[in-house]
């Protein structure tokens, strides 16, 4: 099974379109084999009419206005088009090509102009305005009312009340931006696969463990670089960060850093610094036309947050205290850098190769001692077991199911009594087609508004492939990011609403995070970590002793690792903050506003402006990087119902969280949602301690 490939014109007429027949893959699953990348257009062609027609008898019906044949009715329709976005988004994100990537292009206007026809269609949102008004009088249910009010949002926030030239310029700056998103993501994806560091010899190959030799082999393999001694380097985290950490050529680490960061940044076909511009323009003139200050203020609006301020007061609390811990940190790797007689200052390709070194000499774990002990099959079933004993779901592998990759495997999921509860799809190694870091999505949300779905829920990850016989070892970060996007997909898996668009994950930015930072926690507990972290050679559970060096290092390098998250956050606050007509060079800017921050040398951020998928490869995270450190204070507050239960799988606060924050989806408000769970808000001390930001 392949991604969609070119086909002969043949494959254009609608009776041999398999996007355009019932899909009668397993499941309800798309035909996988049998798709080709012309199939997409006349697909859309015929799904975008077919929505457009359902919509105006909506809109144009004798009836008055009523939630079933208005609100009820427009969160179930253009059922083939919402499956083709899923399918088209998944691909193009997972398995493109160069074909894919131009209809991708070709795609991106259209796409972006029927959203526009939907929600500035006048007499559609008429009817939805006359409901939103009549609320507290229909005798709604509290999610019926949920759904109103939130459809009601997307409409004026999509600009429905806008007229005239007012309406006419945001539904073309919409239309641009998407194509825009659309080339800073390609260009990312282009730098990223373009790039590789070659290594030959055992000099250019000193200091780095086996574990990231197989790897950079298997990268050369996947690569075809036909030298049998050739070891590759790419721009995957988990292949470039373990060589920052551990390769003793320092020329070497430079090289591999400087390509890494200056991804979107070279002159040519992938520079995205114009792109940014335009986009940050369009954005300011989005929020102009809402009659917002800033972007940041329209981002925000719809938010737990609610308004930069909020956002501002939360980085502040963290980023001082950060800042003092990494001050802390620098003088143990400097004291380290002079034990091994290095005369060079530490800059940014050092931090990580000094920190792996004070980490060995002051808590003796060396990561090459730890990574055994995690193969990826041992931890998906950590994390299957873990959702068993918690939630009493069982991960039945399908292996007769094919993906759209090799890689992907396909589990069905079920419930302790034995009934389907939806399909849980894997997709775990990295590969040039495939777009960096991890994320999950959906081939189809759970609703039962006339439709009774079960979800299909896609995690994605990007973990260096071991060695053709090997496994493939993960560190402890690559574990989290396992655990973090396996958190993401039981929201999605354990949602149970009526409508589709209040379904799994589709909650405000600042609480989506919630449930996927909770799960990082069990991946850390001793309990699970003693039942599946075995070496992948003897089968032996990982010893006591290495688990008491694992917790005693656990907020060891926090300050570094929170000043690059805050670092981004802020960073992305304050461009977004600039008001209209203000666009500056992005690369001064950045370097300016981190200079008036008084962010530490050598650090630097998680994510440059120029690779900051996201910020701009679409506007979800736009203004809103800060949700990750938003959903840390809620989920380390959260963790904390089971430590005071003394159990970390204690059955009646699983039974709680399960009832009362990943089952609710979006159809209640999160505020709510959390003290529905916890009792009360959440609380900052925990998150501090976490992080090890608390004064000793």
Not at 37 to 54: C, I, S
Not at 285 to 313: E, I, K, N
Not at 404 to 418: L, N, T, W
């Amino acid at each position: 099974m392949t991604a969609p490939r070119a086909s002969s014109p043949s494959a254009l007429s609608t009776d041999s379109n398999p996007l355009l027949n019932a899909w009668a893959g397993p499941y309800g699953l798309p035909p996988f084999a049998d798709i080709r990348v012309e199939h997409f257009e006349p697909a859309f062609d015929q799904a975008l009419a077919e929505h457009r027609a359902e919509l105006a008898l909506m809109a144009s019906q004798n009836e008055a206005p009523s939630f079933d044949n208005t609100v009820a009715a427009f969160d179930r329709s253009g059922r083939r088009l919402v499956a083709l976005e899923h399918l088209f988004s998944t691909l193009s994100a997972s398995a493109t090509s160069p074909e894919l990537q131009a209809a991708q292009r070709r795609l991106a206007a259209p796409l972006a102009a029927h959203s526009n026809a939907v929600y500035m269609n006048a007499a559609l949102f008429a009817r939805m305005e006359v409901l939103f008004e009549q609320r507290d009088t229909l005798g709604l249910d509290p999610q019926q009312r949920r759904l109103l009010e939130r459809i009601h949002l997307d409409f004026v926030r999509a600009g429905a009340r806008m007229q005239g030239e007012a309406r006419r310029r945001y539904a073309s700056l919409m239309e641009r931006l998407a194509e825009l998103h659309t080339r800073f993501a390609q260009n990312v994806l282009a730098d990223e696969g373009g790039y590789q560091l070659v290594l030959r010899t055992d000099d250019e190959l000193a200091g780095l463990p086996d574990f990231v030799r197989a790897a950079a082999r298997q990268a050369a393999l996947d690569r075809a670089v036909s030298d049998p001694q050739a070891h590759v380097i790419t721009l995957s985290r988990s292949l470039i960060v373990p060589f920052l950490t551990f390769s003793e050529r320092r020329d070497l680490r430079e090289q591999a850093w400087r390509a890494w960061v200056s991804r979107g940044e070279h002159s040519g076909d992938s520079d995205n610094r114009e792109i940014i511009r335009e986009i940050l323009r369009l954005r300011q003139d989005q929020a102009r036309l809402h009659g917002y200050a800033t972007y940041a203020d329209y981002a925000l609006a719809d938010t737990m947050a609610g308004r930069p301020s909020a956002v501002q007061g939360l980085l502040d609390q963290v980023w001082e205290p950060a800042k003092a811990a990494v001050e802390r940190e620098r003088a143990m790797l400097d004291a380290e850098r002079r034990r091994l007689g290095h005369a060079e200052t530490i800059e940014d390709w050092d931090w990580r190769y000094y920190a792996e070194k004070v980490r060995q000499q002051r808590y003796q774990l060396d990561e090459s001692e730890v990574k055994p002990y995690f193969p990826l099959e041992a931890m998906v079933q950590a994390m299957f077991d873990c959702a068993q004993r918690l939630y009493g779901l069982h991960f039945v592998p399908q292996p007769h199911v094919a993906g759209y990759h090799p890689d992907v495997k396909v589990y069905e999921v079920r419930q302790a009594d034995g009934h389907l509860r939806g399909l849980f799809v894997q997709d775990n190694f990295a590969r040039p087609t495939k777009r960096s870091g991890a994320w999950m999505n959906a081939l189809r949300w759970q609703a039962r508004n006339g439709i009774e779905a079960l979800p299909i829920i896609l995690n994605n990850n990007n973990f260096a492939k071991g060695a053709p016989g090997e496994p493939t070892l993960l560190s402890f970060d690559d574990t989290r990011t396992l655990f973090h996007e396996f958190g993401h997909g039981l929201h999605g898996l354990l949602s149970q609403v009526e409508f589709e668009r209040l379904s799994g994950t589709q909650v405000l930015r600042d609480f989506v995070e919630l449930p996927s930072q909770l799960m990082e926690h069990w991946m850390a507990e001793p309990a699970v970590l003693k039942r599946h972290a075995r070496h992948y050679r003897t089968g032996e559970p990982i010893p006591d002793a290495l688990l008491d060096k694992i917790k005693a290092a656990a907020t060891f390098n926090q300050g570094y690792e929170t000043v690059r998250y805050c670092a981004s956050a802020l960073v992305d606050q304050a461009v977004h903050a600039l008001p209209a007509g203000e666009v500056p060079d992005l690369v001064a800017f950045e370097r300016d506003t981190l200079q008036r921050l008084g962010a530490p040398a050598a650090v630097g951020m998680n994510h440059r402006l120029t690779h900051f998928q996201h910020l701009f490869s679409g506007s979800f995270y736009a203004a809103q990087y800060y949700v990750y450190l938003w959903a840390e204070v809620l989920d380390c507050d959260a963790y904390e119902a089971f430590v005071e239960a003394g159990d970390p799988f204690d059955a009646a606060t699983a039974k709680s969280l399960l009832d009362n924050v990943l089952a609710v989806g979006n159809s209640r408000e999160p505020g709510a949602t959390y003290r529905a769970f916890r009792g009360r808000d959440a609380e900052v001390g925990p998150m501090l301690k976490g992080r090890g930001l608390l004064p000793a």
